[in-house]
């Protein structure tokens, strides 16, 4: 059974680079025609999309948020990596990783339990 | 650039009630991309319905989705304790874009 787990710092001072981490277990990404997205959601509010990856590396991003998001891939660790530099407190929140669906419906149909970021000095 | 709104905002219903929520577009879409999300305090969305009205898997037949170009809609027939939650719909234009959610409370 698939799963996902993000792992990363949960506080980042103002400016910095927020940096997390995917792990993608009980499969392999490399043998999978799936992308793999990164999806926010500050305290209180709704779900955000960054952006997605496919295993060759080839990316797209939420165009409100490119100039600051980095998504890449390390297929021989399972891995996929967000990084969004210049932070500030408006970017604290739970990041969630989940498996995107390109084909059919394009949905999250398997997601990380969540990691909450806390951007403060 | 589509807008997605829901409603109501909140809805309070007792168990066994049927709850009908709302999922507009502020523009004709495909029924193929809209998605429909669960989601409980403390826990990551769950995927409900896809292409508008297929059920996700493990997903209990409760729950259905319908609609079309502007209006979709999830339906939960009867409401269970554990459908207490936050519903969000989702439409794939050029990129994913969410709703801002229904929650679902207890009356």
């Known amino acids: 059974q698939l799963q996902l787990q993000e792992s990363g710092p949960g506080l980042v001072k103002p400016s910095e680079t927020l940096s997390l981490t995917c792990t993608v277990s009980?499969?392999?990404?490399?043998?999978?025609?799936?992308?793999w997205g990164w999806i926010r959601q500050p305290p209180g509010k709704g779900l955000e999309w960054f952006g997605s990856i496919f295993q060759s590396g080839s990316t797209y991003y939420n165009p409100s948020l490119t100039s600051r998001v980095t998504i890449s891939v390390d297929t021989p660790k399972n891995q996929f990596s967000l990084k969004l530099n210049s932070v500030t407190a408006a970017d604290t929140a739970v990041y969630y990783c989940a498996r995107h669906s390109l084909g059919g419906s394009r949905d999250f149909d398997i997601w990380g339990q969540g990691t909450l970021v806390t951007v403060s000095s | 650039e589509i807008v997605l709104t829901q409603s109501p905002g909140t809805l309070s219903l007792s168990p066994g009630e049927r709850a009908t929520l709302s999922c507009r577009a502020s523009q004709s879409v495909s029924s193929s991309y809209l998605v429909w999300y669960q989601q409980k305090p403390g826990q990551a969305p769950r995927l409900l319905i896809y292409g508008a009205s297929s059920r996700a898997t493990g997903i209990p037949d409760r729950f259905s989705g319908s609609g079309s170009e502007t209006d979709f809609t999830l339906t939960i027939s009867r409401l269970e304790p554990e459908d207490f939650a936050v519903y969000y719909c989702q439409y794939y234009d050029s990129s994913p874009l969410f709703g801002p959610g229904t929650k679902v409370d207890i009356k």
């Open positions: 009980g499969g392999s990404m490399s043998r999978s025609s799936y992308h």
